[in-house]
T-cell receptor, first 116, second 113 residues
Framework: EPEVTQTPSHQVTQMGQEVILRCVPI?????FYWYRQILGQKVEFLVS????????KSEIFDDQFSVERPDGSNFTLKIRSTKLEDSAMYFC??????????????FGDGTRLSIL | GQQVMQIPQYQHVQEGEDFTTYCNSS?????IQWYKQRPGGHPVFLIQ?????EVKKQKRLTFQFGEAKKNSSLHITATQTTDVGTYFC?????????????FGQGTTLQVKP
């Protein structure tokens, strides 16, 4: 059973619309990550998040993107004004509680985002 | 910037044959992690190597971390159809402690029964 649940599993959105992808950990995790994977390509880091703050973000993670933990449990990735090139699988990942950033990451099943 | 390269990109083997994928980083890594992704699935953590020259085994899988901590390999002995998938190596960015993993392009393994 995955340690994180991602919703929705598939999101189809018109270009220019906003999307919110959700990640719900099973237990109380502190370290969160978002990655994306364009079809057939490698996994790319977007952002890492600890203690309600961004630890690091990649050059992909521009002003169009934002993350937050609105209720202390769900971890969300918001993409404003989506573009065609945002179409990809988006994975949420965590590290087991108490182990810190520099540890193996456990990925959710992902959300497939399709921009039309 | 830091890069992680993997070869080969694809490998087709007959069931029972061995398979090896190689991973090279442009910079020294504090550790290297290996993940497996089945078609349509998500990356699943396999192993983490930390020490220079470290070798770890998981049943038919053997993982090595180079002496210079810049390269690694995954070797599968006597492949089975259940080994099908894409194998990624990943390492943290430099001395980063922010959790950012840089993934290689992956090696996709196809096994013919």
């Amino acid at each position: 059973e995955p340690e994180v649940t991602q919703t929705p599993s598939h999101q189809v959105t018109q270009m220019g619309q906003e999307v919110i992808l959700r990640c719900v950990p099973i237990s109380n995790h502190l370290y969160f990550y978002w990655y994306r994977q364009i079809l057939g390509q490698k996994v790319e880091f977007l952002v890492s998040f600890y203690n309600n703050e961004i630890s690091e973000k990649s050059e992909i993670f521009d002003d169009q993107f934002s993350v937050e933990r609105p209720d202390g449990s769900n971890f969300t990735l918001k993409i404003r004004s989506t573009k065609l090139e945002d179409s990809a699988m988006y994975f949420c990942a965590i590290t087991p509680s108490g182990t810190g950033h520099n540890q193996p990451q456990h990925f959710g099943d992902g959300t497939r985002l399709s921009i039309l | 910037g830091q890069q992680v390269m993997q070869i080969p990109q694809y490998q087709h083997v007959q069931e029972g044959e061995d398979f090896t994928t190689y991973c090279n980083s442009s910079t020294t890594l504090s550790n290297i992690q290996w993940y497996k992704q089945r078609p349509g699935g998500h990356p699943v953590f396999l192993i983490q190597l930390v020490k220079s020259g470290e070798v770890k085994k998981q049943k038919r899988l053997t993982f090595q971390f180079g002496e210079a901590k810049k390269n690694s390999s995954l070797h599968i002995t006597a492949t089975q159809t259940t080994d099908v998938g894409t194998y990624f190596c990943a390492g943290p960015r430099g001395s980063s402690n922010t959790g950012k993993l840089i993934f290689g392009q992956g090696t996709t393994l196809q096994v013919k029964p």
